[in-house]
Antibody
Framework: QVQLQQSGPGLVKPSETLSLTCTVS??????????WGWIRQPPGKGLEWIGT???????HYNPSLKSRVTMSVDTSKNEFSLKLTSVTAADTAVFYC???????WGQGILVTVSS | DIVLTQTPLSSPVTLGQPASISCRSS???????????LSWLQQRPGQPPRLLIY???NRFSGVPDRFSGSGAGTDFTLRINRVEAEDVGVYYC?????????FGGGTKVEI
């Protein structure tokens, strides 16, 4: 059974960069047809797809965030990461990592943007 | 971008009675490979979303058979055969036919 464990700070200052990591266990991040993603959920609101990354490094980003998002994969550590630059209060949300087929999800991290 | 519109926004239900949620897409979700990548997720209070149904009607592992999905093209439905107390939460449809991936706005199921 694949499990995803998220890590990263729960508080980020405005204009700084949000960085989160998702470690995959119970399976290889490089397995055939695998891909991985990030989704966020502002408090009390719905789900928003941030982006998807393939083990090759190919990425697809939400156009609304594309200028600020970078996703990467570290196959040696079986983990993938998210960076979101120039954050504002509007980026406050619970951030989830998930398998690309959304069968498996991380536990979620509430990231608050505040000084 | 593909817009998914869910109705109703909120669904008061009675235990043991059926419930259904509709998801309408702004364009066909049929992929060039012939599959339709429409999924349903459940989010219980305080928990991450959980996959219930994928490719319109396939139940994910461990999902009770009281949950079923149907539809084609642009119109899809999630049905709960007999609602149980543990089914309370918000339900989302999601399309992964094309990027950007998009979610419906959610339907709150409450007793």
């Amino acid at each position: 059974q694949v499990q995803l464990q998220q890590s990263g700070p729960g508080l980020v200052k405005p204009s700084e960069t949000l960085s989160l990591t998702c470690t995959v266990s119970g399976g290889s991040i490089s397995s055939s047809s695998s891909h991985w993603g990030w989704i966020r959920q502002p408090p009390g609101k719905g789900l928003e797809w941030i982006g998807t990354i393939y083990p090759s490094g190919t990425t697809h980003y939400n156009p609304s965030l594309k200028s600020r998002v970078t996703m990467s994969v570290d196959t040696s550590k079986n983990e993938f990461s998210l960076k979101l630059t120039s954050v504002t209060a509007a980026d406050t949300a619970v951030f989830y990592c998930a398998s690309g087929d959304i069968r498996f999800w991380g536990q979620g991290i509430l990231v608050t943007v505040s000084s | 971008d593909i817009v998914l519109t869910q109705t109703p926004l909120s669904s008061p239900v009675t235990l043991g009675q059926p419930a259904s949620i509709s998801c309408r897409s702004s364009q066909s979700l049929v992929h060039s490979d012939g599959n339709t990548y429409l999924s349903w997720l459940q989010q219980r209070p305080g928990q991450p979303p959980r996959l219930l149904i994928y490719t319109i009607s396939n139940r994910f592992s461990g999902v009770p058979d009281r949950f079923s999905g149907s539809g084609a093209g642009t119109d899809f439905t999630l049905r709960i055969n007999r609602v149980e107390a543990e089914d309370v939460g918000v339900y989302y449809c999601m399309q992964s036919t094309e990027f950007p991936l998009t979610f419906g706005g959610g339907t709150k199921v409450e007793i």
